[in-house]
Each structure stands twice: as C-alpha cells, then as structure tokens.
C-alpha cells in the first residue's frame, strides 16, 4: 500500500501521485515505475485493471484514469487512493509511458496514436489495430517474440477475447505436433459485450422473478434462459465478426496462413468466462495421454479433467481466474487415430481474455526495458532488451 500519496493538478482536474507502491519486484523493472494511463477505467475491462494493478503490484508512479465525458469527474479507488476520471483532451497523454487502452475501437483509432504520439506504450484491447501488419498481436504466453523488434513507443494489440483463451490452450500442443485445422464452438458470456450487457442479464433474472417484462436494451432480446448467434455482423459468407477474428487473428499470432479455423461463437447467459468446445486436426499423430502432459506443464493453463467425477471446466470455476481451463480431452472419435482430439475449455475473457493480457505485455516491457534519460515524458525510456 502507498505510505506516502501527493496530490497533483493536471489540466482537467486533480489526480494523485502514488509515490512509494511497495511489494512489487523491483529488481524486474529495475527500479523505474511508469506512468500509467487506463482508457475505459469506467469499464468492465478498466474495472479488471484496477484490481490486477493492484493483485500484480504492479510498479506505478502515477495512475490517470480516462472515460467518455458521461464520468468525468466521477471517482474510483485504487488501493488506498481516490482517483478522479478524466476526459480525454489534447496533451493528456502528456507523461504517461504506457497507456492501457479498453474503450472501443473509435476510441482506440482516435486516441491511441495521439498517445503514440506523446510518448506512451500503447496497449490496445480494440479490434482497431490487431490486422496492421505494423502491429503486433501478442498472447506473452505465445509470441512474445513478436515484439521485440520494437524500440520506441508503439501500439501493441491485445488478440479478441475468444482467440486468446483459445489459443493459449491449442498452441501448445500446436507446437508438438501441428494444427491443421481447428473447429471452434464458443459459449459466450453477457460481459464479452460490456459491463452494460452484464447488468442487463442481471435485471432480466430480477424481472424474472418479479414477472415483470424484460429490459432488452443492448441485444434486443430475452437473453436470460435462452442462447443466440453472437451479436456481431454477420458477413456475405455466413460467418459473423467474431467468427472471422478467430481465423484471421490465429493465422497472424502463429504466423501461418495455412492453419484452418472455422468458428461457431454464440452467447449463452453467463455472467463471465467463455466456454470454447475446440477440435483440432493435427499434422502429426498426438495422443491423448501426451496432449495431457503437455498442458499439464503448459504455463497459464490448468487441467480440470476428472472423468469419475464429471468435472470439467466451467465458466463460474474460471471466472476470477488467471489460467484457461483445459478439459474434456480425448481422441477424436471421427478422425484416423492419432489425428485430432476434442477438448473443452473455459478462460475468463475480462482477465485473461483482455486486462491481463495486456498487463502481461506491460511487464514484459518493464522487464525488457532501458532506461535512460530520454524517451518517454517522464524521463525513462521502455524499450524491448
Ligand atoms: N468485455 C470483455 O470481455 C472484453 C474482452 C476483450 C476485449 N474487450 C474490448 O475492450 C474494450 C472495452 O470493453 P468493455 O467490455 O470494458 O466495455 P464497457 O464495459 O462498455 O466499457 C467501455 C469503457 O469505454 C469508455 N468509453 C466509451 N466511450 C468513450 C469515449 N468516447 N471516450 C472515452 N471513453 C469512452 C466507457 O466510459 P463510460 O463509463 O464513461 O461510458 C467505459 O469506461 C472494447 O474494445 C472491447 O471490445 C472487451
């Protein structure tokens, strides 16, 4: 916990300088603590970022929080401080070395280069830049090595929510014996689409059980006890939004245009953590007993696979969590033996899926910084070792 917080003014109001954060391991960041800016902090993703800032202790100097013009002014905690929202201006990017982006996509395309700009690491949870092939799209646990080419301030794209949990389950036994093709079915929770979507859910069950009529502002339809396509637009070839991001972004983070993927994602009325049903064709034969190994010692990922007692990954065991939950593994049945395997996971899409991700690549940064005089407004430089 902070001992010592001053205050400071900054253009549109107060804001406060933690100045002794302690518990972090300093040695990782050598010392500097950066200047930290949340776009979105209002959000069900900014929410996730305040709680894991603190959970990592995450080494910060200043903490700025940015929200539409709808909370400016409004307050958040963080540990022991008051923290005001602000509006996003010209200049407020000024002194922030890593801004952590969860606003949406015209946020992101508006913003996030005017923060490039000023100095500051982009993270960038939008759809917005992921397919720039000037940017990287970076699962740590995966392709961390995709950035390290860069040296100076830049954005950096957080993969969508369902790619992410896929792929941290899927890559590993990818590397052993090579996906050729990967049938998706994703169970999708009310918050992938906001904290506005959870609470509709919410009040749809309390209208349930008053017999009122349901509020259906955001999906336009009873969503409590029912199950429907997900809420993006759908394309001239069937496929929706969501469908597409999990091939296009596969092929980018794998840098392999031949992987196969077809996707079926729907929303199923859970609060939080999606659920994927994954099969998977292989290039090389890969039982299921070695599937098993490998994600046993897999990082970010946990075996939940108890057949005797039907317990499998779920959404409400993996809601809070930071490892994917992996299960429900066996020889696909339809497929030459050895070929493909079935298996069933569940990740929570806010953390994992979204702000831990992104808080990943933040310590990444930190740990493969240089510091120096120059570079971002603060006096520090981040760049990759
Ligand atoms: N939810 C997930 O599981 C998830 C997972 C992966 C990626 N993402 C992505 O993360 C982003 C945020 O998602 P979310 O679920 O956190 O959405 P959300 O709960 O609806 O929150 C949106 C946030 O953006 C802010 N915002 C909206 N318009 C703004 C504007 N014009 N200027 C500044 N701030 C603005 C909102 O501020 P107010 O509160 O003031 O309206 C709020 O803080 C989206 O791009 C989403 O696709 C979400």
Redesign the pocket.
Same mark, same amino acid.
């Given at each position: 916990m902070p001992s010592d917080t001053r205050e400071r003014k900054c253009k549109s109001g107060n804001y406060l300088v933690l100045s002794t954060i302690t518990g972090y391991p300093e040695s990782m960041s050598q010392g500097f603590k950066p200047c930290i800016a949340i &776009? $979105? *902090?209002? !959000? #069900? &993703? =900014?929410q996730e970022f305040l709680e894991l800032l603190h959970q990592r202790d995450f080494p910060l100097s200043t903490l700025r929080l940015? *929200? %539409?013009?709808?909370?400016v002014g409004s307050v958040l905690r963080f540990r022991d401080a008051q923290l005001q &929202?602000e509006a996003?201006v010209d200049g407020c990017f000024d002194g922030v070395d890593i801004a952590l982006f969860?606003? !949406?996509? =015209?946020?992101?395309q508006a913003w996030a280069p005017r923060a490039v700009d000023s100095g500051a690491w982009v993270i960038d /949870? %939008?759809?917005f830049f992921r397919m720039d092939p000037a940017v990287p799209l970076i699962i740590p646990e995966v392709n961390l090595h995709a950035m390290s080419e860069m040296r100076q301030p830049g954005i950096i794209a /957080?993969p /969508?929510?369902s790619t992410i949990i896929a792929l941290m389950a899927v890559t590993p036994l990818h590397k052993v014996a090579g996906v050729k093709r990967m049938v998706i079915s994703t169970y999708q929770s009310a918050? $992938? #689409? =906001?904290?506005?979507a959870m609470r509709e859910l919410e009040g749809q069950a309390r209208e349930f059980a008053c017999g009122r009529p349901y509020t259906t502002a955001i999906f336009g339809r009873q969503y409590l006890f029912n199950c429907f396509s997900h809420n993006t637009e759908v394309g001239a070839d069937g496929y929706n939004e969501e469908e597409r991001k999990l091939l296009r972004e596969t092929r980018k983070i794998w840098d392999d245009d031949s992987v196969r993927v077809s996707a079926t994602c729907v929303r199923v009325p859970t609060l939080r953590a999606h659920c994927e049903s994954i099969n998977l064709t292989f290039d090389r034969p890969l039982g299921e007993k070695q599937a098993r190994e490998i994600l046993a010692a897999a990082p970010g990922v946990s075996l939940v696979d108890d057949r005797a007692n039907n317990q499998f990954p779920e959404p409400i065991a993996a809601s809070g969590l930071d490892p994917v939950l992996v299960g429900r593994i066996r020889a696909d049945m339809g497929q030459d033996p050895g070929c493909g395997l079935e298996m069933f996971v569940a990740g929570d899409?806010?953390r994992k !899926?979204?702000a831990l991700n992104a808080l990943q690549i933040a310590e990444a940064l930190l740990v493969g910084q240089v510091l120096g005089a120059q570079g971002t407004k603060s006096g520090a430089r981040i760049a990759l070792a």
């Open positions: &776009v $979105g *902090a209002t !959000g #069900a &993703v =900014g940015f *929200a %539409s013009s709808r909370s &929202v996003l969860s606003a !949406g996509r =015209g946020v992101s /949870n %939008s759809s /957080n /969508n929510c918050s $992938g #689409a =906001g904290a506005a899409q806010i !899926g979204a």
